[in-house]
Structures are given as C-alpha cells and as structure tokens.
C-alpha cells in the first residue's frame, strides 16, 4: 500500500470516513491534510456509528498513529471534544494522535465571523458549515493566523490580545454583532494551550519516518475536488485544496512520495450547501434518493441535494487528481431503481462540452446530456464478490472505467465497514 492518498472527488460526503478505515486495518499512519472540523467523515462498525470532524479515520484501529498535518486547521473545542467522545467509547488516542505545530488554529471570532459574514450576504450565501473554516485561512495567508507553535510561544497573550481587538472591530462595526469577551476567551486558550502541549509534534518528520521504514501511509482528504478552491466551483466552494497535490504540501512530505491517489465516487452525485449542481434531480426523485441514502449531512445535519452520476466530473477529479484507482460507494442506494441516468456531457448554447468549465455562468447554465442505462433492481447490500453482481451492475461500474480510463479499486455496498467488495 506504501503512501496512499485518499482523496473526494465530488462536493464532499462519498464516503472518505468509511474508506479510510478500511484501508487503515493495514495502515501504520493516517494524516489528514486540509479542511477543519467542516469535515463529516463517518465510520459504522457492526452498526456502531462513529462520526469523525477533525480526528483522522484511523483512529478506531488501535495499532494506527494518527497525524493532522500543517494544512489543516483546528478547532480546539471540537477537538477536544471528539477525542472526549472517542475515550468514553474505550477508543485511547494516547501517544498515537499528534498535530503539527504548523496547523492553524480556528479562533472563537473566526467561527463567529463565519457566521456573521453569511447571514450578510443573504442570498449570495455560500451555505458554509459556520465552522469558521474561511476566517481561519483567510488568517493564514493573510499571515496573520495563529498556528498552534503561536499558541504554545511565551508571547501568546501580546498576539492573542492584537488580534481580537482587529476582529472585534470586524464584528462590532462591519456587521454589527456582538463582540467577543476578551478575557473570558483568553482564559479558555489558556486551558487549551496547556492541553494541546503533549499533541504537538513535527508531523512531517513522523511521516518521513514511516516512509523510511516501509510503513504504509494514508493520507486522507476532506471535501472533494468541487470544492477546492482551485479547482472547484468557485465561490462556491471550501477555503482549502482537497485534491491530491495538497496531500503532500498539507502534511509536509515530498510529491514523490505519494504512491498512488484513490479516488471515492459516490455512484450518483451529492451536494450540501449553494452552488451549481448540473444533474441535480428536482421534486419526489430527489426526496427518494435523500431517505434511500441517508443524504443529511454528517456535521450540520443539514439536507443533502441529490443528482444522478456525472461522469464529466469524473473525468475532470481524475485528470485533477492523477488517480490510480476509484473506489465507488454507495451503489447500493442505487438498486431502488429501474433505469439509472448518467450525464457523459454537457450541452451550452447548442455547443457539446466535454471537459468539466470552470466559468460558474456556463455551469450554471449547461444541459447535462443523459445516457440512460437498465437498473438491476435487487438488494446488493449483501453481496461481497464482483462476480455476484447482477450483469447490469457490472455494466454500469464497467461504464465508469471505460469513460474515465480509471480502473476500480472498490466497490462499497452499504455503510458497514464490511459491506465492501475489493477488487484484485
Ligand atoms: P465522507 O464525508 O466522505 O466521509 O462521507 P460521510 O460520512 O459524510 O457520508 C457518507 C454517508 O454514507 C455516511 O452516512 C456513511 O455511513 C454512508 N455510507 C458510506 N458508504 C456507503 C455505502 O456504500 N452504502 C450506503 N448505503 N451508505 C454508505
Ligand atoms: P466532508 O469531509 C460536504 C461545504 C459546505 C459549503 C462549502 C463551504 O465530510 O466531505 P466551509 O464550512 O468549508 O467554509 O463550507 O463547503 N462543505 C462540505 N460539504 N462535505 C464536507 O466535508 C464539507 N465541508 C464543507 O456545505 O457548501
Ligand atoms: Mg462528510
């Protein structure tokens, strides 16, 4: 397995959590490289449900050292949290989870920022998760973040003091909130500072390390490849890069070391929060598909959109991410249905477009052009072997590799860390 990256490849929610534990039951080391606690990765174990933010999806196998990289941004209260949440459930994190000094920290006025700038901008709204994931790295290169070595330096308090004066003002005048206590915010890093003292270590060289000695690496993405700040449906989009060129740089290592990049599909298409979504399904459709594949997000709880597979996207998160292999989740919710729809292309202004656009206009007005393929119409859940599949199930999985000239790594068939089907 040696250096695996894991990386979405839609708007988020494929099914990282799951796949990423899978692979861990052989991993020495799972790194999370971006995002923050925006990420909703879940994790079921004989119907046990775990739902990790910040912690990476390794963590529930006891022998795997578990990193968050400098890419990435934290929350300590939510951290804490979660690792609270984990140790009551028997799970120790104990000299197996560390941060790299180099991670931002989300401040209390990031989330409150995050918030305040959304209900502002009215209609125009991203639909962020209010986690304060965009203050936090818009801090970052502004150069004006705190990173955890800034939390842990002697002149914490002088730089603490220097920028909740900044947001304040950024509260009180620009949108006219309430601002933060001062003291009483100072006084809970002050708890965190000294909490987070045994996490933070150098996580580039643990991984290198591992590297070293032959271990094998995961490192896993949140979001997806549409909402990547470069690549994805700008503005609609997260404050970080998900895709696979991050892996590296979030988690301090070389590009030459990544060994492969896998890609998780969903086999329809998912959204959470505004933006362009070309094969959105409308009305009762969208509502079946919702409750078939439990569509509510796993960190806001907010109601996902639904839309049949698009393969233009397909192509662009392969060509976006230099993937080896896809791993395709959830073709069980697909078995409710007689005839399935794919989109292969777009169509604007009469013109056929092949390559995923990065203009919003155009996306937002295309056509998705359909092919129409048989359903299978039987429970799969079940099913452990690629052979076993009904032929029509077979066929659709062949269709994506053939359209993508990507092969499939594997097949996930229902939230179950074991309803899953490799492929040799
Ligand atoms: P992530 O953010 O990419 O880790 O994905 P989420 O955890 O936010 O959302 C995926 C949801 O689908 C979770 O509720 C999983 O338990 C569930 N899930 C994952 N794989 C499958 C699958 O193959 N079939 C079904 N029915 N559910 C799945
Ligand atoms: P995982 O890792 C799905 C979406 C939000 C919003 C946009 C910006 O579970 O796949 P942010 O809070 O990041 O500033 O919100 O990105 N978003 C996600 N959607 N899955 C996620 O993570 C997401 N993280 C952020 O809904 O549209
Ligand atoms: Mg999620």
New binding site residues.
């Given amino acids: 397995m040696a250096v695996t990256a894991v990386v ?1 490849c839609q708007w ?7 796949v990423v534990d899978i692979l861990s039951a052989r991993a020495d080391v799972v790194a999370r490289y971006q995002g923050g606690p925006n ?6 174990v004989a119907g046990d ?1 775990t ?1 990790l933010h910040q912690i990476p ?1 390794g963590i529930l196998h006891d022998r795997t050292v578990c990193c968050l990289g400098n890419g990435v941004v934290i929350d300590p209260h939510t951290f804490f949290q979660e690792m609270e949440e984990l140790t009551d459930r028997g799970i120790s994190v104990k000299n197996r989870l560390w941060i790299s000094p180099q991670a931002h920290v989300i401040m209390p006025y990031h989330r409150a920022i995050d918030e305040a700038s959304e209900a502002a901008a009215g209609n125009r709204k991203i639909g962020t998760t209010g986690r304060g994931i965009g203050p936090a790295y818009t801090d970052k290169y502004n150069r004006t973040g705190m990173r955890v070595a800034d939390l842990l330096a002697p002149d914490f308090e002088e730089r603490f003091h220097r920028a909740i004066e900044a947001k304040n003002r950024i509260l009180v005048e620009l949108y006219k909130a309430s601002p933060l206590d001062e003291r009483l915010v100072l006084e809970e890093f002050l708890r965190f500072r000294e909490q987070l003292k045994p996490f933070a270590k150098d996580v580039s060289v643990v991984i290198y390390d591992a590297i070293r000695n032959k271990k094998n690496v995961i490192l896993e993405g ?1 979001q ?1 490849t549409l909402l990547d700040i470069d690549h994805g449906t700008y503005p609609y989009v997260t404050s970080s890069n998900p895709t696979a060129g991050m892996a590296a740089t979030g988690t301090g290592i070389g590009p030459r070391h990544i060994d492969q990049v896998l890609g ?1 599909f969903k086999a329809y298409t998912t959204r959470v929060g505004n933006g362009p979504f070309p094969t959105e399904i409308m009305g009762d459709l969208q509502t079946s598909f919702r409750e078939w ?2 569509e509510y ?3 806001t709880g907010r109601s996902r959109r639904c839309g049949w597979l698009d393969l233009v996207i397909a192509k662009y998160a392969a060509r976006i991410n230099s993937l080896d292999g896809w791993i395709i ?5 697909l078995s409710h249905l007689d005839e399935i729809k794919v989109c292969t292309s777009y169509k604007y202004k009469g013109q056929i477009i092949e390559h995923f656009p990065s203009e919003s206009w155009i996306l937002k007005a295309v056509e998705p052009v359909y092919v129409t393929v048989k359903g299978w119409s039987k429970d799969i ?1 079940g099913i452990r072997e690629y052979g076993q599949l009904p032929v029509n199930c077979r066929n659709y999985l062949d269709y994506i590799t053939e359209f993508t000239g990507v092969k499939i790594n594997m097949v ?4 179950d860390r074991d ?1 899953v089907i490799q492929f040799r």
């Fill in positions: 979405g988020g929610d494929e099914g990282k959590g799951k990420a909703g990765h879940t994790v079921v449900q739902i999806s949140a997806g998780v594949g439990g997000g796993a960190t989740t959830k073709l069980d919710v859940s996930s068939v229902g939230p309803a």
